[in-house]
């Protein structure tokens, strides 16, 4: 089946500090991988996206990387900044049938600090 | 551009009673997802709708029930609530162009309690 795993949190961090949040997946089918973030009290907002091998995904300093043979997409951000304190999840979808779900990771709190 | 809209925010319910939520998806978007996050947990998927049917469902009961409207905007209907029903549920809405048919845009979701 289809499936997704993510470090376990919390990840506690200084400011400025690197940022790796690992994902690995299981999926029949070629799937499109996601980050999605979630900030306290709020719901999913897309980080990023990469929907075939090699694809590289982007945005506001985060990158990842769909890597087919060792089926990761780890999150990675160079510096962080406390506003970065949220609740990551990496998140697949297979396209069946007509339904195009989400299948999520656990999520990964992380926790920046000035 | 609006995005997706739920309501209402936070609900409390006791054991057996039912409970309607409601979306309303992005404009231009014909595709409504609904998913259950509980406490500490990744959203669990429960269904889908695209232009007013069910073309999907995750691995919840009959008494979670769904409607599209032909506006696209969107019901999750849940009877006889059980504890284990409190959640946090969130709304998500696709495009119609193929090429980004998969991403999911989500709402801000409805916190449900059940006493």
């Known amino acids: 089946g289809n499936s997704v795993t993510q470090m376990e949190g919390p990840v506690t961090l200084s400011e400025e500090a690197f940022l790796t949040i690992n994902c690995t997946y299981t999926?029949?089918?070629?799937?499109?991988l996601f980050w999605y973030v979630q900030y306290p009290g709020e719901g999913l907002q897309l980080l990023l996206k990469?929907?075939?091998?090699?694809d590289k995904g982007s945005n506001k300093g985060f990158e990842a990387t769909y890597r087919k043979e060792t089926t990761s997409f780890h999150l990675e951000k160079g510096s962080v900044q406390v506003s970065d304190s949220a609740v990551y999840f990496c998140?697949?979808?297979?396209?069946?049938?007509?339904?195009?779900?989400?299948?999520f990771g656990t999520g990964t709190l992380l926790a920046v600090q000035p | 551009e609006t995005g997706v809209t739920q309501s209402p925010t936070h609900l409390i319910k006791t054991r057996g009673q039912q409970v309607t939520l409601r979306c309303s998806s992005q404009?231009?978007?014909?595709?409504v997802s609904w998913y259950q996050q509980a406490l500490g947990q990744g959203p669990q998927f429960i269904f889908q709708y695209y232009r007013e049917e069910e073309n999907g469902r995750g691995n919840f009961p009959p008494r979670f029930s769904g409607l599209q409207f032909p506006n696209y905007s969107s019901e999750l209907n849940v009877n006889a609530l059980e504890l284990d029903d409190s959640a946090l549920y969130l709304c998500?809405?696709?495009?119609?162009?193929?090429?980004?048919?998969?991403?999911?845009?989500f709402g801000a979701g409805t916190r449900l309690s059940v006493l």
């Open positions: 998140a697949l979808s297979v396209y069946g049938g007509a339904t195009n779900k989400l299948i």
């Open positions: 990469a929907t075939k091998a090699d």
């Open positions: 998500a809405s696709s495009p119609t162009q193929t090429g980004t048919a998969n991403i999911q845009y």
């Open positions: 404009s231009g978007h014909n595709t």
């Open positions: 999926a029949t089918g070629y799937p499109s």
